[in-house]
């Protein structure tokens, strides 16, 4: 079966002749975000006038990134990146020695290493097997205090069983604190099974770094509050009294301690309003349609992927472990193939631009360079 692409790659600045399969890293750039450039360099030049612009186009992204997520838009704020947003979750917490932290061995280290470093006292780091929820349940006990997770693997796509992490760390009182990065932007999200998540924006959402999402359960974390804060943060913008400790914006606003990345911001806007013409269930049924059809053929050609092959349990990329991964990926983009090579492993990801003529190059620049 031939598959479309379901975006126009025209919108996209794709370099001519390239098959572009490496939306788990970067995305390529939408055309429509030069307007998104011209808007906020004409907001930020005309004054006050332009500041209210660039808070209604703020208010307009989080109306958006709200809509993303499947949360109420007084849980959406923003921070610059994930590294940023757990970091003010771990360091918000009252640990106490033999405190701990549990995490998959093969998380990503913008969700481990915010704890790595947090000390006085020290926390402790606990690992599980998060595809085995009983792995997670051995591992859990009445001194973990988070259990952070990925949605979707950046290593291998898998996909984790959130609703199983969430009653896990229910029945020992955890925060269940989740990345949605390798899944926001493609599949359908409902980010309330967490109490705390977070997305960069550069990947399958279209937009650029700079700006993160944040979401902040208040339903099940309504007292939640940062150890630190700043001039955005705080509710009143009257003449400062120092001699007690500001009020917090009662909302998520409260994650961007200082001046929001507009620039940033006027993008993600942009890029939000994209996707939403799609919808995340049309895309997730089309770049499935390509992993899953990649998974099938390198089944056939006797390369073993690390990725699940159940549509269901993986997300939008495929992921090849080899020794030679590095050397790989680059012998794919001097044959106009951009895929992505990192710790190892070989993954392709496919989103909206892409059809089954990308499928087949990617798919005969990798046999090549196997081969090679």
Known sequence: MILKPLFDPAEFRIPDGVAHVCAAGESPFLKRHDAAFAAYARDKSEGPAGRRRQAQRMAEAR???????????????????????????????????????????????????????????????????????????????????IIAVSAVSFLTAARYDLAALRAIADRVG??????????????PIRAEVADFAFSACYKWVLGTTGVAIAYWNRARQPGWSPSTAGWHSILSDARPDWSEPPALQPDATRFTRGNPAHLALYVLESALDYLGQYGAPAIERHVQSLTTAMLAQLEALQIRSTTPPDPQRHGASVCIAHPRAAAIVAGMEARGVYAWNGRGRIRVSFHGYNGSDDLDRTLDALRAELSA
């Open 63 to 145: 109306a958006g990134a709200a809509a993303l997520f499947g949360v109420p838009e007084g849980d959406i704020g923003f921070v610059s990146n994930v590294a940023e947003g757990v970091s003010m979750v771990v360091e918000s917490l009252d640990w106490r020695d033999g405190d701990s932290m549990l995490v998959d061995p093969d998380e990503y280290p913008s969700v481990v290493a915010p704890a790595m470093l947090q000390r006085q006292p020290q926390v402790v780091l606990r690992f599980a097997r998060f595809l085995d929820p009983e792995s997670v349940a051995a591992a859990v006990d009445e001194r973990t205090r």
């Open 174 to 187: 955890a925060l269940l604190v989740v990345d949605y990065t390798q899944a926001s932007g493609w599949m």
